[in-house]
């Protein structure tokens, strides 16, 4: 079982009392409600009515609910068994105005369906595509989900919409003073002050936008005048295809199962304190339950949905990831289906408190990428994997337009920061990894060479390879303590011939020497032994040389004695 | 095969006298060549007789078990004069060696030069 991270309050295997559950439950819905804008933007792109968007928002909640406690499931074929809620997220947005504009909602949520059932078939075959997702290619993907939030959390940050083009001085004050309290809450908050940082900023905003009007009482009226009940009306616009549409949506599809790969990978490393690589079975499950989303999306009447980066960002702040969070937001959230007065609360949400809140998460998320891809050594090659994926990723907000001549066919492709920053990413991984070679060769004479050799050499080739740090400085050291030896080994004058293999989850080392094999002592020679080198420096080598190496054994044939230490990756 | 030229190993020591405690400040690189450099100023303060030495180790960025035997053997010569070998400000992975080894059971490790010195005094 992972090793719980100190900074955790409550870890993903953990059960928070029910009361702090629902609360943190409730705290992660009013981050995913701020995606209800997306459907009342294409409602109004596509010419529907309010009416359609209030459905569209209604079955959001129960798709979304639904699989946000799926992907929490631990145990069975689907789930990743992490809290990861998911939300009818942009990933999906381009496609779906395209479909929305040719054929209306039946269309929409026809090919949603479609993009599901591709989903489910990717999350099948992607365990065994582990080499094209290293930690740089999904690291970037997260820090790139994180960046994607921006142009949509500053402007509401800084009271730009539609009628304001620039700076709102209230506004952002509200904003500025809704991120002060819940970044201070988490900063200096203690306990359940640090929980619940985020829910007590919220309040704040929407006290302090109620008091200066922003929040008006009109929008506040919507709680009253919204019924109590209401049975929601599901599958109402029915579903059509059209192949055309079969691209933008298989676009959509596969960015946004790279994005569930990217916020998982997050998922497992905020969860174990040892997290070495990602572990694709749980990414796979996950993928599932994301596809079986979709599916539901489509069928009851909802847009696509991917995993919520923002709600990861509030889990690391937080310090809470049990999967039971993951259960009360699902199930809060199809009960609010249900109920359109509660759900009211969360339609209303100001705008700042809306910027200041995604802001909040976003900073979150960034760093979770940054070190996922500085958790392995960084050469050239992975430099021009990351910087060129972030650089043509944030050409899409940088340069607006800069893509509107491309073929409407590949647009989804190119129809966010994040989706080009992934395309970047998975492609150059896979140009780069071409011309390495996962073997290397190289001599030592013990009468001239040093440590240093060994560092420039195995360094340069760790980088390469994107080998993690800590083995590779294992197998420096296990190299340099058969250099010690070597005097004591008679081979002054020889050479040592290495060969070193590397794969994803193993480096093996071979020496290959002219002599006899050496006795590896199962204790430290004395103390008082020391004083003696020739008593003591070989036994000292062989011992601290068998306390980096995960096995070692040796081998002798005409004369020479091969060597093998194997560390595991 | 790939042919790389010979590279020579870092290490320096910069001797001092702090409160009249005998100070090596060393940093690089300390294995099978380097750790010769070391053995002989360790050498050169325990024949003037200094009972107790300090080694600051913030710089050290390698430590092979060469480096650990001139430790050991030194701590050992001091300890049969009723004097120790401290050691202070160990890079993590310095650290691991010595517990990693057992080594640690042997030397009193300070996080600081300045705590070092202040147990001295005590």
Known sequence: MPRKPTNLIYGVDDEPPLATTLLLGFQHIFILSIAFIFPVVIVTEIGASPEDAQNLICMAMLATGFSTALQALKKGPVGSGYLCPLLNGPAFVPASLLAGKAGGLALIFGMTVVAGIFEALFSQVVGRMRKFFP????????????????????????????????????????????????????????????????????????????????????????????????????????????????????????????????????????????????????????????????????????????????????????GATSRRIGYAAGGILMLLAFFPKLAAIFVIMPTPVMGASLIFTVCFMIMAGIQIIMSRMIDARKTFVVGLSIIFGLSFDSVPGLYAGVDPVLRPLLSSSLALATICAVVLNIFFRMGISQKMEFELDPSVDTSEKIFQIMEKQGGTWGARREVIFNAIAAMNELLDAAPFLDLLGKKIALSVHFDEFNLDVRAVYEGKPFDIPTTMPGIDTMHDADASALALAAFTMSRYVDKMNFSTKDGKTELHMHFEH | METLYHVMSKMEIIHSLIEDIPVLFVSGKIDAVTSKDLETALIGLIDQNKKFLVIDMEKVEFLSSSGLRVLMASLNKLKSRDGDLLLAALQPFVKDVFFMTGANRFFPIHASRAEAIKSLQA
Request: charged letters at 15%; glycine letters at 10%; one cysteine or more.
């Open chain 1, 135 to 318: 930690p740089e290619v999904t690291g970037t993907v997260v820090l790139m989900v994180g960046v994607e939030v921006i142009p949509i959390a500053v402007p509401k940050f800084f009271g730009v919409d539609s009628t304001h083009p620039g700076f709102v001085a209230l506004p952002f004050l509200v904003a500025l003073i809704t991120l002060a309290v819940t970044a201070g809450f988490n900063v200096w908050g203690k306990g359940k002050m640090r929980l619940y940082s985020l829910l007590i900023g919220m309040v704040a905003g929407y006290v302090l936008s109620f008091a200066t009007g922003i929040l008006t009482l009109d929008k506040a009226r919507l709680i009253i005048d919204s019924a109590f009940f209401r049975l929601p009306e599901m599958g109402k616009f029915g579903m059509s295809f059209s192949t055309v549409m079969l691209v933008p949506f298989v676009v959509a599809a596969f960015s946004s199962a790279l994005k569930t790969m990217g916020d998982l990978t997050t998922c497992q490393k905020i969860n174990d304190a040892d997290w070495k690589r990602i572990e694709m079975r749980s990414i796979s499950r996950g993928m599932l339950a994301c596809a079986a989303g979709n599916i539901a999306s489509g069928l009851l009447g909802a847009l696509g949905q991917s995993v919520s980066s923002s709600n990861i960002g509030l889990s690391i702040a937080t």
